[in-house]
T-cell receptor, first 115, second 112 residues
Framework: SQQGEEDPQALSIQEGENATMNCSYKTSINNLQWYRQNSGRGLVHLIL?????REKHSGRLRVTLDTSKKSSSLLITASRAADTASYFCATDATRGYNQGGKLIFGQGTELSVKP | ETGVTQTPRHLVMGMTNKKSLKCEQH?????MYWYKQSAKKPLELMFV???????ENNSVPSRFSPECPNSSHLFLHLHTLQPEDSALYLC???????????FGEGSRLTVL
């Protein structure tokens, strides 16, 4: 079964509003990452939060992590039409030394920001 | 430009054809990945290579055959595919243990 599950599956907001997306996962993790994907394109890494961190900021992005609840949230403040994309959380539960990250992705949230 | 290049971007093939997808990374990373993205489904991890050695095969059917001749290049050889294999195939790379993946733009595969 998949590791990360996003909520909501789709979100439509007006430009200037904030967008919040949530992610829940099942097993212990090393870190949790958020990615963005424009339609039909590759994924772009947004932010990584480690299991011993609770909150992280990057520009208009704010990510929180609650390991006790196995959940994370991504907040995009002052959204823009260009933020329209799908957003995915991915959990890294890699075990073992010198292994590439084995990221397991959720189904994603489709965000639509209307001008 | 992410430093990961995939070719071709689009591919249409019949069920009896043999084709290959190519991925090249210019980032000096040691790990490379193939993911499959189908409509309405999460990204599925297919294969992981670390220092050219396959370290993950996520129960992928043998009609998909990966090849990693060096740390910069990754291929996915395709043969006798089924229509349900139509999807976006994404290649990614990372430094081992660094976590962050760098993705290519993907190869859109249609199997007729």
């Amino acid at each position: 079964s998949q590791q990360g599950e996003e909520d909501p599956q789709a979100l439509s907001i007006q430009e200037g509003e904030n967008a919040t997306m949530n992610c829940s996962y099942k097993t212990s993790i090393n870190n949790l990452q958020w990615y963005r994907q424009n339609s039909g394109r590759g994924l772009v890494h947004l932010i990584l939060i480690r299991s011993n961190e609770r909150e992280k900021h990057s520009g208009r992005l704010r990510v929180t992590l609650d390991t006790s609840k196995k959940s994370s949230s991504l907040l995009i403040t002052a959204s823009r039409a260009a933020d329209t994309a799908s957003y995915f959380c991915a959990t890294d539960a890699t075990r073992g030394y010198n292994q590439g990250g084995k990221l397991i992705f959720g189904q994603g949230t489709e965000l639509s920001v209307k001008p | 430009e992410t430093g990961v290049t995939q070719t071709p971007r689009h591919l249409v093939m019949g069920m009896t054809n043999k084709k290959s997808l190519k991925c090249e990374q210019h980032l000096g990373h040691n790990a490379m990945y193939w993911y499959k993205q189908s409509a309405k489904k999460p990204l599925e991890l297919m294969f992981v290579y670390n220092f050219k050695e396959q370290t993950e095969n996520n129960s992928v059917p043998s009609r998909f055959s990966p090849e990693c001749p060096n740390s910069s290049h990754l291929f996915l050889h395709l043969h006798t595919l089924q229509p349900e294999d139509s999807a976006l195939y994404l290649c990614a790379s990372s430094q081992t243990s660094a976590g962050e993946l760098f993705f290519g733009e993907g190869s859109r595969l249609t199997v007729l």
